[in-house]
């Protein structure tokens, strides 16, 4: 019961990159090749932020030498974005260097600019389907500009985190490029690690996660991580392959998760437009997919929103947190997770936060 395909005994040490089943089980969902996955345990976050450790520390695929060596380290920051990206960042004391979206992803222009004139720019965090927090999912085009373009540094990284791949609210989905075979087709076959996990499918905290680059970069990334650990969890991802099956499985039991989140999404929606649609004094997004929706209020009145919000009773993502360092120049954005309340209590809540924007819109005025 516990030995997997090829004999490993699952509660034994071993096999650093993960079972070969559950590599072939995420390769065919993301259609990519075996050798470019290593699973991992529950969390992606947790590989994201290794990924940047060893890049300080050791150097990766590419690396001329280790970042910390470097003096300055620079990242790109599509904005809004997902705070856990900036925080690493912060941590490591890299400069976040925003940079703004468009209905298609991160404005390319910019992108290009910046990454063509500063050595020191070393990568981009992207969310490139229904983006925390705008819903956005990047354009065939900014993929292929990203894959291909001109970067200063060498060894220039994009963390390509594919958190919502099967997270569709309705049947006609959002679908991206294969960013592995982009970079490849480029000639830049290492600057893109991608990750993804299965914490909104299956279980948040006893999921697995997954990590896959270029041949050259997983085994680069697993030659640092045999000195880490002796092996992940397998037990647990020997579950997740018996449970989840294959792709067309795991759309299954999305189309299910989907049934249960989407009526929440759309009361919000429903909501905003009846509270303050026509009024001038917010905007939000009508995501296809994923766990946000992202709300813009009126300049300057995001953090007395958020403040009269939970005087009321209601606790919202802080004003801010979708910038780098907590600091949304426009104090704008505020970001909505419609997915854990109960319907009802969802429903009170966003008539309140409706509520809120008009009173400190008023206050503004």
């Not at 520390?57 to 001329?64: K, N, T």
């Not at 470097?70 to 705070?83: A, E, H, M, Q, R």
């Not at 995501?287 to 929103?305: C, E, M, N, Q, W």
Request: charged residues 20%; hydrophobic residues 40%; glycine residues 8%.
């Amino acid at each position: 019961m516990l030995k997997a395909a090829d004999g490993t005994d699952c509660r034994n040490y071993g096999t650093v990159d993960g079972l070969p089943e559950a590599r072939a089980l995420f390769a065919s969902l993301f259609g990519i090749r075996v050798e470019e996955v290593i699973v991992g345990g529950n969390s992606s976050l947790n590989l994201m932020y290794d990924t940047v450790a060893r890049a300080y520390l050791h150097g990766l695929a590419g690396c001329e030498k280790p970042w910390s060596q470097i003096g300055t380290v620079k990242f790109l920051c599509p904005t809004p974005g997902y705070d856990r990206h900036f925080s690493i960042c912060e941590l490591f004391g890299m400069e976040m260097v925003p940079v703004g979206m468009n209905q298609h992803g991160p404005d390319m222009d910019e992108v290009e600019r910046l990454a063509a004139s500063d050595p020191a720019i070393k990568g981009i965090w992207c969310v490139p389907l229904y983006s925390n927090p705008t819903g956005i999912s990047y354009s065939g085009e900014t993929a292929r500009r990203l894959a291909t373009m001109k970067t200063a540094a060498s060894d220039f990284l994009i963390f390509w985190d594919n958190a919502y791949a099967f997270h569709h609210l309705y049947e006609t989905a959002d679908i991206i490029p294969d960013m592995l075979s982009e970079c490849r087709m480029a000639g830049n076959p290492d600057r893109v690690i991608m990750f993804s996990s299965t914490s909104k499918i299956t279980w948040p905290g006893a999921g697995i996660a997954i990590l896959a680059a270029s041949v050259t970069q997983v085994s680069r990334i697993r030659k640092l991580m045999g000195i880490q650990t002796i092996g992940p969890d397998k037990i647990t991802q020997l579950m997740h392959v018996r449970h989840m099956k294959d792709k067309e499985n795991v759309s299954a039991l999305m189309k299910r998760h989907a049934d249960i989140i989407r009526p929440k999404f759309e009361m919000v929606l429903g909501i905003l437009e009846e509270e303050l649609g026509g009024t001038g004094l917010a905007s939000w997004n009508r995501p296809k997919g994923g766990y946000f929706i992202s709300l813009d209020v009126v300049p300057g009145t995001a953090k007395r929103v958020v403040q009269l919000a939970k005087e009321a009773g209601v606790v919202l993502t802080s004003a801010g947190a979708t910038w780098p360092l907590g600091k949304d120049p426009a104090d704008r954005n505020i970001r909505i997770a419609p997915t854990f309340p109960p319907l009802e209590e969802l429903r009170t809540a966003i008539r309140i936060l409706c509520v809120c924007v008009h009173l400190a819109s008023l206050e503004a005025s």
